[in-house]
């Protein structure tokens, strides 16, 4: 039986591809370079929205550790666990807000930084048995799988997280010189020099675009007297990780928001693998593709559980990397293996993390901009596999207009009650819940009438339909 019914012409190396390991190698640092950022700074914002203070290094460390461990499962399949692509994994950002309110749960009844980590990670250890459990028939929702479905939800993803790009690109968040020329030009010039590698027709050039741009881009910065690798010899040599460092608590008040975002990040989990299916020439529906997302949200629900072991925060697949993918053409879920690898020992040794992070943030902008865009063009491949009826048009209009109304103007819910804003704040959880809601609800046989008349109309001069 084939397992590559769609293809993709411009993959490089596909699923099983094994590339040579100095290439597999070269591949694996671009995928850690555009997802380094994404994994240390939900424990950064955490950590001093929560005074955190002295553990904000250490839990820098285990984010990286846990998230080389949980992308060699999630791309290796160890058992059920895993889907089986590449798909990095790393600390989600869509946690952020519920993993804060545990934690203020805490601090406000004067918990110590100890009490504030063990009561967090007790409630992400037992939350993560939801998405274990979920996985199991995740499938047999087929509202949660359709085309219509995951496609507006990895479009909301993709534009979502475009803001986050271009605001890197112009110096980043609270910057002194936000939107400067300087950091328009370092930052453009790096989304130039990907967009002109890409082009390149030489296997190897073209498969390092993203690692050549940021190079490009890191050199340009040393020159402009923007790094400072000082800050690199300060960083731990060494760090081990220890299980429950801090303990394990819990309390009911700070577990159900988290729970909850467990089964969100079900649904966009399974967006996310749909995408990276697609983008890597592999099935999106049928057998192979079902028992992908299974193992996939599986991976997620249990490398969640180990991060919470190992004192780090939920994890989940990182969308941006189906932009990799995409740039580069390698698609091989061997070089996964690699990633993980890497990360892991960064984890081991902070010193060499600490390099990255000497990366200014208009250069991983500049990158970072263009991935998240090209997510947002895969769900949109995918919605063009979706007959446009009256009835589909509206729920994919209505999904994405209330998703990124959100997106646009965040502070639309601001009196709202604090549970409605947990669920409803994010973009991405508006665009899966309402689409999921109305493609439930509208008949499938809706607008029928409408869609006869349209499809008519079209049939004759443009001159006739409109008069």
Same mark, same amino acid.
């Given at each position: 039986?084939?397992?590559?019914?769609? /293809?993709?012409?411009?993959?490089?190396?596909?699923?099983?591809? !094994?590339?040579?390991?100095?290439?597999?190698?070269?591949?694996?640092? #671009?995928?850690?370079?555009?997802?380094?950022?994404?994994?240390?700074?939900?424990?950064?914002?955490?950590?001093?929205? =929560?005074? *955190?203070?002295?553990?904000?290094?250490?839990?820098?460390?285990?984010?990286?550790?846990?998230?080389?461990?949980?992308? +060699? %499962?999630?791309?290796?399949?160890?058992?059920?666990?895993?889907?089986?692509?590449?798909?990095? #994994?790393?600390? @989600?950002? &869509?946690?952020?807000?519920?993993?804060?309110?545990?934690?203020?749960?805490?601090?406000? !009844?004067?918990?110590?930084?100890?009490?504030?980590?063990?009561?967090?990670?007790?409630?992400?250890?037992?939350?993560?048995?939801?998405?274990?459990?979920?996985? !199991?028939?995740?499938?047999?929702?087929?509202? =949660?799988?359709?085309?219509?479905?995951?496609?507006? $939800?990895?479009?909301?993803?993709?534009?979502?997280?475009?803001?986050?790009?271009?605001?890197?690109?112009?110096?980043?968040?609270?910057?002194?010189?936000?939107?400067?020329?300087?950091?328009?030009?370092?930052?453009?010039? $790096?989304?130039?020099?990907?967009?002109?590698?890409?082009?390149?027709?030489?296997? $190897?050039?073209?498969?390092?675009?993203?690692?050549?741009?940021?190079?490009?881009?890191?050199?340009?910065?040393? +020159?402009?007297?923007? %790094?400072?690798?000082?800050?690199?010899?300060?960083?731990?040599?060494?760090?081990?990780?220890?299980?429950?460092?801090?303990?394990? /608590?819990?309390?009911?008040?700070?577990?159900?928001?988290?729970?909850?975002?467990?089964?969100?990040?079900?649904?966009?989990?399974? &967006?996310?693998?749909?995408?990276? @299916?697609?983008?890597?020439?592999?099935?999106?529906?049928?057998? $192979?593709?079902?028992?992908?997302?299974?193992? &996939?949200?599986?991976?997620? /629900?249990?490398?969640?559980?180990?991060?919470?072991?190992?004192?780090?925060?939920?994890?989940?697949? +990182?969308? #941006?990397?189906?932009?990799?993918? #995409?740039?580069?053409?390698?698609?091989?879920?061997?070089?996964?293996?690699?990633?993980?690898?890497? =990360?892991?020992?960064?984890?081991?040794?902070?010193?060499?993390?600490?390099? +990255?992070?000497?990366?200014?943030?208009?250069?991983?902008?500049?990158?970072?901009?263009?991935?998240?865009?090209?997510?947002?063009?895969? &769900?949109?491949?995918?919605?063009?596999?979706?007959?446009?009826?009256?009835?589909?048009?509206?729920?994919?209009?209505?999904?994405?207009? *209330?998703?990124?109304?959100?997106?646009?103007?965040?502070?639309?819910?601001?009196?709202?009650?604090?549970?409605? !804003?947990?669920?409803?704040?994010?973009?991405?959880?508006?665009?899966?819940?309402?689409?999921?809601? *109305?493609?439930?609800?509208?008949?499938?046989?809706?607008?029928?009438?409408?869609?006869?008349?349209?499809?008519?109309?079209?049939?004759?001069?443009?001159?006739?339909?409109?008069?």
């Amino acid at each position: 039986m084939k397992e590559h019914p769609q /293809g993709n012409p411009d993959l490089l190396y596909g699923l099983h591809d !094994r590339p040579a390991p100095g290439k597999a190698f070269l591949g694996a640092i #671009q995928h850690v370079l555009a997802a380094f950022v994404g994994i240390i700074t939900p424990p950064l914002i955490i950590g001093g929205a =929560l005074g *955190l203070g002295e553990h904000i290094p250490y839990l820098i460390s285990m984010a990286l550790m846990v998230s080389g461990v949980a992308t +060699f %499962i999630q791309t290796r399949r160890i058992g059920p666990v895993g889907s089986g692509l590449m798909a990095l #994994q790393g600390t @989600s950002f &869509g946690f952020l807000a519920a993993v804060l309110a545990a934690g203020f749960v805490v601090k406000n !009844r004067g918990g110590s930084p100890e009490e504030i980590l063990s009561v967090i990670f007790g409630v992400s250890f037992l939350g993560a048995f939801v998405e274990i459990f979920l996985s !199991r028939f995740i499938t047999k929702l087929k509202s =949660l799988m359709n085309p219509i479905v995951t496609g507006c $939800v990895i479009i909301t993803i993709g534009l979502s997280l475009t803001k986050v790009g271009l605001t890197d690109l112009a110096g980043g968040v609270g910057a002194e010189d936000f939107g400067s020329m300087q950091n328009l030009m370092l930052g453009g010039g $790096v989304l130039v020099s990907v967009v002109l590698i890409s082009m390149i027709h030489i296997k $190897v050039i073209r498969s390092s675009a993203i690692f050549i741009g940021l190079m490009l881009g890191l050199l340009t910065a040393v +020159f402009m007297g923007r %790094i400072d690798f000082s800050l690199v010899a300060e960083a731990p040599v060494f760090t081990l990780p220890v299980p429950f460092k801090f303990g394990f /608590g819990f309390d009911w008040q700070a577990f159900i928001p988290i729970a909850f975002m467990y089964i969100i990040t079900s649904i966009e989990t399974s &967006g996310d693998l749909t995408a990276t @299916s697609m983008i890597s020439g592999e099935p999106i529906k049928g057998p $192979v593709y079902e028992e992908r997302i299974k193992g &996939g949200v599986l991976g997620d /629900g249990v490398n969640s559980l180990i991060g919470a072991v190992f004192n780090t925060f939920p994890v989940t697949t +990182f969308s #941006q990397n189906n932009g990799v993918i #995409q740039m580069t053409g390698i698609a091989s879920r061997y070089v996964g293996f690699f990633v993980g690898g890497i =990360l892991f020992v960064m984890g081991l040794f902070p010193v060499l993390g600490s390099i +990255f992070t000497q990366l200014p943030k208009p250069v991983v902008g500049g990158v970072t901009l263009l991935m998240f865009a090209t997510v947002a063009t895969a &769900g949109i491949r995918i919605l063009s596999t979706v007959k446009f009826t009256h009835r589909n048009i509206l729920i994919i209009a209505t999904s994405l207009g *209330l998703a990124m109304g959100v997106a646009f103007v965040p502070d639309v819910f601001a009196q709202a009650p604090q549970f409605f !804003r947990n669920i409803f704040g994010s973009p991405v959880t508006v665009a899966g819940i309402v689409a999921i809601l *109305l493609d439930t609800i509208l008949p499938k046989g809706y607008g029928t009438e409408f869609d006869k008349k349209t499809s008519t109309n079209e049939l004759k001069p443009l001159e006739e339909t409109v008069s």
